[in-house]
């Protein structure tokens, strides 16, 4: 569902010129579905948070493989988000996730047997290369991914001769916003929360409220390094890629001095 600011638009969102003054703005450039539990902790901090989705995750059908996996790999909890009846061989075997949130989707789904939740991809590979992973080497991994990913734990498994089979269970578009959402944000945002390369590509939509003060709170260098290259000045990068550590780049008080 299309949402501009918070409340969500089918709530009644009130015009930037009744908000207070003093409100510290926040867009939370995320799906709703995921953008909505952060909104509303921002508020009860007293920010003004406000939700435009620039993407949209869009399933595929699968299915799973005959045989069961030595391991399973999962890039994301969108990974999890439509899955068919999950056999009974795949519960029990290793689950390797990139993020906690995935480990989270994974257990939802009924997996038991979490090893290990990476901050990010890199970080999964080097555990992965730590001493005692060659017990695991054994068989065929399934990878569980986006898409569009890139191919760090492929070039990983390949590197070590594991031999793997990746799923593509889902797919990221982009999405510009409508005049209507664009109507909702206030005329000068203040910060910006970004959580995707792909939506800092998508930024320029936003330009006539984006001014020189803004900041722009990024989740990874790397997706600072997607930005376009006037806006990377005002990056400001967390210091784990966790949505924890974002949220730390944020005032602790949400009135401008």
């Known amino acids: ?30 799906p709703p579905t995921v953008a909505l539990p ?26 799973w493989p005959q045989s069961s996996c030595a391991a399973l790999l ?48 890199e970080d999964l590979c080097r555990f992965l290369q730590q001493a005692g992973r060659p017990a695991v080497k054994s068989g065929q991994w399934l990878y569980l991914a986006g898409q569009k990913h890139r191919p760090v734990i492929e070039d990983f498994l390949a590197a070590e001769h594991i031999a793997y089979h990746i799923i593509c269970t889902y797919d990221t578009i982009g ?10 944000l206030p005329p000068k945002l203040d910060y910006v929360l970004l959580y995707s390369a792909l939506n800092a590509a998508h930024l320029p939509v936003l330009k006539s409220h984006i001014a020189a003060e803004t900041k722009i709170l990024c989740l990874s ?21 966790t949505e924890a550590a974002l949220l730390a780049l944020l005032p602790p008080a949400a009135r401008c001095a």
């Open 1 to 30: 569902m299309p949402v501009s600011a918070f409340p969500p638009a089918s709530a009644g969102a009130a015009p930037a010129k009744s908000r207070p003054a003093a409100a510290v703005s926040v867009l939370i450039i995320r």
């Open 221 to 241: 260098p790397r997706i600072a390094a997607a930005l376009p290259p006037p806006c990377r000045q005002q990056a400001f990068i967390a210091q784990r890629p």
């Open 74 to 121: 999962a890039g994301s909890a969108n990974a999890f988000l439509v899955m068919p009846p999950v056999p009974a061989a795949f519960m029990t075997v290793p689950v390797y996730c990139v993020g906690s949130k995935t480990a989270q989707a994974a257990r939802a789904k009924g997996f038991a047997n979490i090893a290990y939740s990476a901050e990010n991809a």
């Open 38 to 63: 952060v909104a509303e902790r921002l508020r009860r901090r007293g920010f003004a948070p406000f939700i435009l989705p620039l993407s949209r995750i869009e399933t595929r059908p699968w299915q």
């Open 175 to 184: 999405q510009s916003p409508t005049k209507a959402e664009l109507a909702a």
